[in-house]
Each structure stands twice: as C-alpha cells, then as structure tokens.
Nanobody, 124 residues
C-alpha cells in the first residue's frame, strides 16, 4: 500500500525559508521519479518540481526556479523541498507524488498516488 506523508510546512515570512519532507513507503521508491505539486486557495493543482529516481536530474516550474531545491534520499525513502526566498504567492497545500513512467512532469492528472499535503503559509 502506497503511503506518502508530507511534513515541514508552517508559517513563514516573505523572504524566509522552509524545508518540506515527504516520507514514502509501499513502493520501490528508488525506481520512481518524484514530484512536488501545490494547490493554492481557490486554484487548481500546480506542478512545482521533479527529480529523477537516481537524482541525476531535476526540473522546476518557472515560478520557483532559482528559489526551490528538490532532493531525495533513496536509502531513507525521503523526498525534500528546500524553499528559499518565499513569497506570499507560494502559500498553498504542498503534496509529493511518484511520477508514472508514462506521464510528463506536469501531467498531474496521470499521477496515481498523493499524500495528505502540508500547508505552507507565507505572510508577514
């Protein structure tokens, strides 16, 4: 049974930082590319960042490029998102998910498994 547990969200000031974590279990974590996505209040789900199974490459949405860093620890079954220079528009519920081989990074409708999410609020 696939289980994804996001944590690390909270309240941050504009310009601040947060580090999100995702504990994954129930599937062969080290064979899947992984993504972070977010959903802001009143908006649809937005892909944020992705990382290949062996950390050989990463990809970012333009809105977070240069501010967020995605990483993973396959030995621990953990996915991370370091969020720097936070902006109010980063306020959202953040989710992690394994990317199906048949899906592009942004094809979120093809992702099968999601966690409960962790709330990030950026406000002064």
């Amino acid at each position: 049974q696939v289980h994804l547990a996001e944590s690390g969200g909270g309240l941050a000031q504009p310009g601040g930082s947060l580090r999100l974590s995702c504990a994954a279990s129930g599937f062969t974590f080290d064979t899947y590319a992984m993504s972070w996505a977010r959903q802001a209040p009143g908006k649809g789900l937005e892909w944020v960042a992705g990382i290949y199974s062996d950390s050989s490459g990463t990809a970012y949405a333009d809105s977070v490029q240069g501010r967020f860093i995605i990483s993973r620890d396959n030995a621990k079954g953990m996915l991370y998102l370091q969020m720097n220079s936070l902006k109010p528009e980063d306020t959202a519920l953040y989710y992690c998910a394994p990317k199906p081989d048949t899906a592009g990074w942004r094809s979120l409708q093809k992702y099968e498994y999601w966690g409960q999410g962790t709330q990030v609020t950026v406000s002064s």
